[in-house]
């Protein structure tokens, strides 16, 4: 998969996280310190910063890892939208990708107070 599929899979499977009903937010797949050093390491190299708010796709044994942090609704029940969270990205993995595909989704709601 070249540089820019992987960026069109990216941007898609973040449109499928933010259209799940409940889902009001998309945070960083790491924690924001890991984040802050790729945003800066990124800098000082001169690259382009990667994404803050995405999902994050990563080979895993034979098949993807999607992982998204994502917020919730206070008028949603949290265990409800997580599952229909990994719900959505399987299918549109095995719709959209291959169906032989073996994807394991790892998604977190992130309580912002």
């Not at 540089?3 to 889902?23: F, K, P, R």
């Not at 001169?46 to 998204?68: F, I, M």
């Not at 919730?72 to 997580?82: K, M, Q, S």
């Amino acid at each position: 998969m070249s540089g820019a599929d992987s960026e069109q899979l990216v941007d898609a499977l973040n449109s499928v996280v933010l259209a799940v009903d409940g889902v009001n937010e998309l945070y960083p797949p790491q924690s924001v310190v890991r984040s802050a050093a790729d945003q800066f390491l990124a800098f000082v190299r001169g690259d382009e910063p990667p994404p803050l708010r995405t999902v994050l796709v990563e080979s895993h044994q034979d098949g993807l890892k999607v992982t998204a942090r994502i917020g919730i609704d206070l008028d949603h029940r949290t265990p409800e939208v997580v599952s229909q969270v990994a719900v959505a990205i399987r299918g549109f993995v095995h719709q959209q990708i291959n169906p032989e595909v073996r994807c394991v989704t790892s998604v977190h709601a992130v309580s912002v107070q």
